[in-house]
């Protein structure tokens, strides 16, 4: 059984700062691409950031870039996003995903939530103003 397990979101005030961790059991996933999406309230799941084996490639969203930063430990196969500078807008609940594949030779692979394989149970970020 393949569980993604997330912890760390919550309540900040704009500005502040949260760190989301992501768990995943049930086999290997050393090699698999993965990252981050997030979906508020009668919008469409978007892309957050991904990142692939030992972090060679990395990509994020551009409603976050320079504000978020992804990373992993393939030892321990978790992966983890630190949002700084947070605002209201970035309000969601944020879902961990591990892609079907460890490459895509497009960057629009990466963040079609059609790639992801597995998804994560959610975790809610709340901002206020």
């Known amino acids: 059984q393949v569980q993604l397990v997330e912890s760390g979101g919550g309540l900040v005030q704009a500005g502040g700062s949260l760190r989301l961790s992501c768990a995943a059991s049930?086999?290997?996933?050393?090699?698999?691409?993965m990252g981050w999406f997030r979906q508020a309230p009668g919008k469409e799941r978007e892309f957050v950031g991904s990142?692939?084996?030992?972090?060679?490639?990395?990509y994020y969203g551009d409603s976050v870039k320079d504000r978020f930063t992804i990373s992993r430990d393939d030892a321990k196969n978790t992966v983890s996003l630190q949002m700084n500078s947070l605002k209201p807008e970035d309000t969601a609940v944020y879902y961990c995903?591990?892609?079907?594949?460890?490459?895509?030779?497009?960057?629009?692979?990466?963040?079609?939530?059609?790639?992801?394989?597995?998804w994560g149970q959610g975790t809610q970020v709340t901002v206020s103003s």
């Open positions: 995903a591990v892609y079907e594949a460890n490459y895509f030779s497009r960057r629009s692979s990466y963040t079609a939530p059609g790639s992801v394989r597995y």
């Open positions: 049930g086999r290997p996933f050393s090699t698999a691409v």
């Open positions: 990142i692939s084996y030992s972090g060679a490639r990395i």
